[in-house]
C-alpha cells in the first residue's frame, strides 16, 4: 500500500463512508452519501485502488435491474491506514475551531 501524499476533505469523506461500512459501496452511492460530485469521487476511488487502500469488483447481482454497479471497499491495510486519516482529521478540525468553543 503507497501513501496518499495530499489528503483533502473530499479524500475524508470517501474514506469515512468506506470506514462506516461493514459491506462495499457502489460509487453513486458514495456520492449521494458525501455530497461531493462525480468529477471529485470518482477519481478519489480511482487513486485509492491504485494505491491499494481500496479493491474494487463488477456487482455480480443480476435479479437487479440497471447496470452493473462498481462496488468498492476498503484493503486490511486501507481500513487502518482510513481510520487513522479519519481520526486525524476529527483533531484537526477540533483544533481548528475558536478556542471560545473549545472551552465549552
Do not use: F
Amino acid at each position: 500500500m503507497e501513501p496518499l501524499g495530499r489528503i483533502g476533505a473530499a479524500t475524508v469523506d470517501v474514506l469515512r463512508v468506506l470506514v462506516d461500512s461493514d459491506r462495499p459501496r457502489w460509487g453513486l452511492e458514495i456520492i449521494k452519501v458525501t455530497g461531493r460530485p462525480s468529477g471529485s469521487v470518482y477519481p478519489l476511488l480511482e487513486r485509492l485502488e491504485r494505491n491499494g487502500w481500496v479493491t474494487s469488483h463488477w456487482e455480480d447481482e443480476t435479479d437487479r435491474r440497471g447496470p452493473r454497479r462498481r462496488m468498492y471497499q476498503l484493503t486490511a491495510d486501507g481500513a487502518v491506514a482510513a481510520r487513522r486519516v479519519c481520526a486525524q482529521a476529527v483533531v484537526r478540525a477540533a483544533n481548528q475551531r475558536p478556542a471560545r468553543l473549545r472551552e465549552a
